[in-house]
């Protein structure tokens, strides 16, 4: 139905399935190596953009994150107990507070 570039970063695509609309929202988050400015920003403009989406869409965010999600309990609830990695990197531990903040649950 759309194609829509938000930024170099955050781009969104809005389907028409068979039942529902669905907003896919495709992201490459800044690497670890960054400054703290630039991958806070980004996680601004990805929640500005997560909270621009249809209501009534299945939303799925695509994440192109670099992103290790490891097995701690305080994210248990958006990854469940069977993660790649033992302990989450810094990407890991944002995508999972943004997962956290927006009742989403994370997939790797």
């Known amino acids: ?9 955050i781009c969104i695509l809005r389907l028409k399935g068979k039942f529902h609309y669905i907003t896919l929202i495709n ?15 980004f996680y601004d403009e990805l929640k500005k953009t ?23 309990k305080a994210y248990e609830s958006v990854t ?6 033992d302990v989450s990197n810094q ?3 944002m995508a999972c507070n943004f997962a956290i903040e927006n009742n989403m649950t994370v997939m790797t």
């Open 1 to 9: 139905m759309s194609f829509t570039p938000v930024n170099e970063r």
């Open 27 to 41: 992201v490459h988050a800044p690497t670890e190596e960054k400054m703290e400015e630039e991958k806070d920003k």
């Open 50 to 72: 997560y909270d621009r989406a249809w209501k009534h869409d299945i939303v799925m965010v695509l994440w192109g994150l670099n992103a290790k999600i490891g097995k701690e």
């Open 80 to 85: 469940g107990k069977n993660t790649l990695h």
């Open 91 to 93: 990407h890991g531990e």
